[in-house]
Every structure is written in structure tokens, then in C-alpha cells.
């Protein structure tokens, strides 16, 4: 549930991501977002925020701070650095206070801009935007009230937000997601339809094709788009050499950001390319080591588990051993225990034990699967059968 409800908050909050291609009614000036110049800044930014350098970002979002103190888009640039933070490991509740004041200030700063205009757009975006980030991290902490009035403040400032559509491609991203994810909710989720019911309906595959658009073609929202795409791809659409293909490009242009080189790790393994995921699970196990910022025992879980995998595979079993013992730890740092990547490490290192005609070791580790997976889970069924079929 609590990840259906963060997709419902990213298609109908986040939707609009970027607002339209107009002008401030009572000015006739262009809203601050479609400055080129700034529109320059604020890439470098963002680019380097997305690389993890956020001293760089927020000391540009500092200097933005300054020169416009009165304007929401610094105070949520900075949120928005917090929230990579957060992104890397959204178990780890350090980030969630200067995070949500950093929201905070910005929604209270666009507030004021809709007092003096209750028909500025650029104002209503930053309050649909900020309501959404809220409510997708009171999601992930299982606030459900708090999550639930996040949602719809910022469906109401969504639709205060749009205008001028088909001038600005920004605001196809919003479609996008709407698209794709009204259809799959229903799929998914049949109790929910009646709420999916209350809006038009979507086609999947023109949000798919939308978000290749944007992924293309985009200012603000090229990115964002890129993320869905090989999420996306790589899970709901069972298209995973179409994720690989995106994340190789992420992990190219970020090569310092860990979400997007674990998911490199991950798609090379999942397309059965040994050497290269070997390689970046290597790197990513040295980065940790390092102390680099942003990677951490979360990343630490995937590369490992591929390390084992590997190794297992060839019949290099000590090292097997080894790499499903640093998944283990790695999940128990990051308080993953009911992952797929530590039950099945678990269950390995249970099959290698039971090689090495030690029961009493196979037995605790197939104990341990049965004690963190649900019964319904797949890794629960095979820890059973293994266990009735040896014996242990």
C-alpha cells in the first residue's frame, strides 16, 4: 500500500511538474522559471545535484536565494537536494525535517504570491509540487493523514497550475504519468477504481510514449522522465535492456550519483552482462568504502548480492560465501531484512552450507528466510521445500 499511494501521489501531484508557457497577467513579464538565464543556473544546478556535488548546488541555490528572496524556487531547489539525500535510502529519517521546512517555506512563500495574483501559475505549480513531495515522503513514513492532506492540497493547486498545455512540453511530463498510471492503478489495484474512476481515462501506451518525449525533449523534466522510464521499463513493462539503455546514459552523465549506478549494477545483472555488473558492483562496494557521499549499506546490499551471485554461478563458493555474508550485513545496517536481496542471500548461503554438509548452519539460514518473508513470498515457499526436501 504504501508504495501504490506514493504512485497515486506522483500522478496526480507531481503530474505537472514545470508550469505552462504563460505570462503573469497583472505584469506582462515572463514568470521567473521561463528566464533563460536563469533557466542556465538553474540546470548547472540541478545537474550538479543530481551528481551528488551539493555543494556546488546549494551554494547556486543560495546565491538564487538572495537575488529573489521572496520566490519560492530556491527554498524548493534546496528541498529538493534533501530530497536526493533521502532518495538514496528512504528508510533513513535524518533528511525529513530540514526537508519538509525547506517545502514549508517555499508553499508559504508561493501562498503569498497567489494573494497578491490568484491567477499565477507559476505560484500554484511550486505549491502542487511542494504538497506533493510532502505527501510522498509522509508516505514512505506511513503518515497516511498527513499524506492524505498533502495529497489534496496538491491536487487543488495542480489544476490551478495548468494552462497553455500544447506551448510548452515541460507540462507533457504531468500527462505522462497520468496516462500510464490511471490505467495501471485498476489493473493493479481493482478497489481502487472507483477513485481512478473520477478522472479521464488514460492509455498506457501514450504515457509511455509521452515520457520518452520528455526524456528527450524537456528543460526542466528531462531527467524525472528518464527515472520513470527505467523504473518503468525495468519492472511493470518487463522491458529491461529499454532500462538499461537509460540508466547507462543517467550513470554516464551522474557517474557520482549511487541510485543511478546501483540501477546500472542492477539492469547489467538482470540482462546477464557478468562482466559489467561485476565491474560496477566492485565500484560501488569501493565507494562505500571510501565514504563517498551517498552510498551507503543500501547500495551496498545490491552490489554485494550481485558479487555472490556471480561467484556462486562460476563455483567460487568462498567468495560466494563471502559477498552473501556482505549482503547480509549491508541489510541489516540499512534495517532490509525482508528484501529480496537478503532472503535470497539468505537461501544461498543455506544451499552452500548444505554443500558443505553443515545442517546446523543450513538450517539456521533457512530459518532466518521463514522468520523475515512473508508466507506468501516466494523466498518463504522455496526456504520451506529446501528444508522438507534435505531434511534439516
Given at each position: 500500500?504504501?508504495?501504490?499511494?506514493?504512485?497515486?501521489?506522483?500522478?496526480?501531484?507531481?503530474?505537472s511538474s514545470s508550469i505552462a508557457n504563460a505570462q503573469s497577467p497583472e505584469q506582462g513579464t515572463p514568470y521567473l522559471l521561463?528566464?533563460?538565464?536563469?533557466?542556465?543556473?538553474?540546470?548547472?544546478?540541478?545537474?550538479?545535484?543530481?551528481?551528488?556535488?551539493?555543494?556546488?548546488?546549494?551554494?547556486?541555490?543560495?546565491?538564487?536565494?538572495?537575488?529573489?528572496?521572496?520566490?519560492?524556487?530556491?527554498?524548493?531547489?534546496?528541498?529538493?537536494?534533501?530530497?536526493?539525500?533521502?532518495?538514496?535510502?528512504?528508510?533513513?529519517?535524518?533528511?525529513?525535517?530540514?526537508?519538509?521546512?525547506?517545502?514549508?517555506?517555499?508553499?508559504?512563500?508561493?501562498?503569498?504570491?497567489?494573494?497578491?495574483?490568484?491567477?499565477?501559475?507559476?505560484?500554484?505549480?511550486?505549491?502542487?509540487?511542494?504538497?506533493?513531495?510532502?505527501?510522498r515522503l509522509y508516505s514512505e513514513r506511513k503518515s497516511w493523514a498527513k499524506a492524505t492532506f498533502a495529497g489534496k492540497n496538491?491536487?487543488?493547486?495542480?489544476?490551478?497550475?495548468?494552462?497553455?498545455q500544447e506551448l510548452n512540453p515541460e507540462l507533457l511530463f504531468g500527462d505522462a504519468l497520468f496516462n500510464y498510471f490511471s490505467?495501471?492503478?485498476?489493473?493493479?489495484?481493482?478497489?481502487?477504481?472507483?477513485?481512478?474512476?473520477?478522472?479521464?481515462?488514460?492509455?498506457?501506451?501514450?504515457?509511455?510514449?509521452?515520457?520518452?518525449?520528455?526524456?528527450?525533449?524537456?528543460?526542466?523534466?528531462?531527467?524525472?522522465?528518464?527515472?520513470?522510464?527505467?523504473?518503468?521499463?525495468?519492472?511493470?513493462?518487463?522491458?529491461?535492456?529499454?532500462?538499461?539503455?537509460?540508466?547507462?546514459?543517467?550513470?554516464?552523465?551522474?557517474?557520482?550519483?549511487?541510485?543511478?549506478?546501483?540501477?546500472?549494477?542492477?539492469?547489467?545483472?538482470?540482462?546477464?552482462?557478468?562482466?559489467?555488473?561485476?565491474?560496477?558492483?566492485?565500484?560501488?562496494?569501493?565507494?562505500?568504502?571510501?565514504?563517498?557521499?551517498?552510498?551507503?549499506?543500501?547500495?551496498?546490499?545490491?552490489?554485494?548480492?550481485?558479487?555472490?551471485?556471480?561467484?556462486?554461478?562460476?563455483?567460487?563458493?568462498?567468495?560466494?560465501?563471502?559477498?552473501?555474508?556482505?549482503?547480509?550485513?549491508?541489510?541489516?545496517?540499512?534495517?532490509?531484512?525482508?528484501?529480496?536481496?537478503?532472503?535470497?542471500?539468505?537461501?544461498?548461503?543455506?544451499?552452500?552450507?548444505?554443500?558443505?554438509?553443515?545442517?546446523?548452519?543450513?538450517?539456521?539460514?533457512?530459518?532466518?528466510?521463514?522468520?523475515?518473508?512473508?508466507?506468501?513470498?516466494?523466498?518463504?515457499?522455496?526456504?520451506?521445500?529446501?528444508?522438507?526436501?534435505?531434511?534439516?
Open positions: 500500500m504504501r508504495y501504490l499511494f506514493l504512485r497515486l501521489l506522483l500522478f496526480l501531484c507531481l503530474g521561463l528566464d533563460k538565464g536563469l533557466q542556465y543556473r538553474i540546470t548547472k544546478a540541478i545537474n550538479s545535484m543530481y551528481n551528488f556535488d551539493f555543494a556546488t548546488a546549494e551554494h547556486d541555490f543560495t546565491v538564487i536565494m538572495y537575488q529573489y528572496p521572496e520566490h519560492p524556487l530556491p527554498d524548493f531547489l534546496m528541498g529538493l537536494a534533501y530530497w536526493w539525500r533521502i532518495e538514496v535510502n528512504v528508510e533513513n529519517t535524518r533528511y525529513d525535517n530540514i526537508f519538509i521546512q525547506y517545502l514549508d517555506r517555499a508553499n508559504e512563500k508561493a501562498k503569498k504570491m497567489l494573494e497578491k495574483d490568484p491567477k499565477n501559475k507559476e505560484a500554484a505549480f511550486f505549491l502542487a509540487a511542494g504538497y506533493g513531495f510532502q505527501g496538491a491536487l487543488n493547486y495542480m489544476e490551478l497550475s495548468r494552462g497553455e490505467i495501471w492503478i485498476p489493473e493493479n489495484y481493482p478497489l481502487l477504481k472507483p477513485v481512478v474512476a473520477l478522472f479521464p481515462k488514460g492509455n498506457k501506451k501514450l504515457g509511455l510514449q509521452q515520457l520518452e518525449s520528455v526524456a528527450s525533449n524537456a528543460f526542466y523534466t528531462r531527467v524525472e522522465a528518464q527515472y520513470f522510464l527505467f523504473r518503468l521499463y525495468g519492472s511493470e513493462e518487463k522491458r529491461p535492456l529499454d532500462a538499461l539503455r537509460i540508466v547507462t546514459y543517467l550513470h554516464e552523465k551522474f557517474p557520482n550519483n549511487p541510485y543511478f549506478h546501483r540501477s546500472l549494477a542492477r539492469y547489467l545483472y538482470t540482462t546477464g552482462k557478468w562482466t559489467e555488473a561485476m565491474r560496477e558492483s566492485f565500484a560501488i562496494l569501493d565507494r562505500i568504502e571510501k565514504r563517498q557521499v551517498g552510498y551507503e549499506a543500501n547500495s551496498g546490499r545490491y552490489a554485494a548480492f550481485f558479487l555472490g551471485e556471480y561467484f556462486y554461478r562460476v563455483g567460487n563458493l568462498p567468495e560466494a560465501k563471502k559477498y552473501f555474508s556482505k549482503t547480509l550485513s549491508f541489510g541489516e545496517e540499512s534495517e532490509s531484512q525482508e528484501s529480496g536481496y537478503y532472503l535470497y542471500a539468505l537461501i544461498s548461503l543455506g544451499k552452500i552450507a548444505t554443500k558443505e554438509k553443515n545442517k546446523p548452519q543450513a538450517r539456521y539460514y533457512f530459518n532466518a528466510v521463514k522468520k523475515y518473508a512473508k508466507r506468501k513470498h516466494p523466498a518463504h515457499q522455496e526456504a520451506r521445500e529446501f528444508i522438507k526436501k534435505n531434511k534439516l
